[in-house]
């Protein structure tokens, strides 16, 4: 009797001890949580650098056949450029890329397009122009105004620090001859930002100036520009300018 009480006590778990291995278990799983989190972020960015890509690509296409970029879409509304058939953009700082326009995706219900987070990406255009409507966004505008057509005008800095809504001023420009801006606001970009780095590309700024930070916690947006050289190149490639 003595060797069977051993052989069952020593069969089973007291739980003292099933409370100490689950504890273990816990631990290890909320380890592996955070690291496959922060994977998944780099994926979702990596994704989306690689998206605004193929968006510019899509953009220059546009132009090639064009002779023009598209409007961006106004806020709120559909994913269709404003107005439909270019000309004087209604949002041109401040709007979203026009998914259906485009004929890209993917998109929300609203035809706008959405970054790897399911967060609307940003699309803004240059107003410099020396005709009206915008020769940039208008139909073989800048064929027609070759001669006269003036440099692109949107701003990019390295920091909101010093700033102005028409310039990099003591910040570091980056570029201030961009001819069009593609920005996902990132993983947080579902609400309104809190830095000034990210305020600086959120709608409500609408102006010609953007920022693109170092990526850290107070910023995740994701900048991409299109430089008036490449269009060029592409609309005389495509035999829209001279």
């Not at 219900?109 to 699309?123: P, S």
């Not at 409500?204 to 916690?217: E, I, L």
């Not at 994701?222 to 035999?239: D, M, P």
């Amino acid at each position: 009797m003595r060797v069977s009480k051993t052989i069952r006590a020593a069969g089973g778990f007291t739980l003292t001890e099933l409370a100490i291995v689950l504890v273990i278990v816990a631990l290890l799983i909320g380890g592996m949580l955070i690291p496959l989190s922060a994977q998944r972020d780099v994926q979702a960015a990596n994704d989306t650098q690689r998206q605004l890509a193929e968006i510019r690509d899509a953009l220059l296409g546009f132009a090639a056949a064009n002779g023009r970029l598209p409007c961006p879409a106004s806020p709120n509304v559909t994913g269709v450029e404003n107005p439909a058939g270019g000309g004087a953009c209604a949002n041109s700082w401040n709007g979203f890329l026009p998914g259906i326009t485009l004929g890209i995706g993917p998109t929300d219900a609203q035809g706008y397009v959405l970054d790897a987070w399911g967060n609307r990406i940003r699309y803004a255009v240059t107003t410099a122009t020396t005709t009206t409507p915008n020769l940039f966004t208008t139909n073989n505008g800048l064929k027609n105004n070759w001669s006269s057509a003036p440099s692109p005008d949107l701003a990019v800095c390295n920091s909101a620090t010093g700033i102005s809504p028409t310039n990099c001023g003591s910040s570091v420009a980056l570029t201030t001859t961009a001819v069009a801006m593609l920005i996902s606001h990132g993983k947080n970009g579902g609400a309104t930002p809190t830095s000034a780095d990210e305020l600086a590309n959120w709608p409500s700024s609408n102006d010609p100036v953007f920022v693109n930070a170092a990526q850290s916690p107070a910023f995740d947006d994701i900048v991409l520009w299109l430089s008036a050289n490449i269009l060029y190149n592409r609309l005389i490639a495509a035999g829209k300018l001279p």
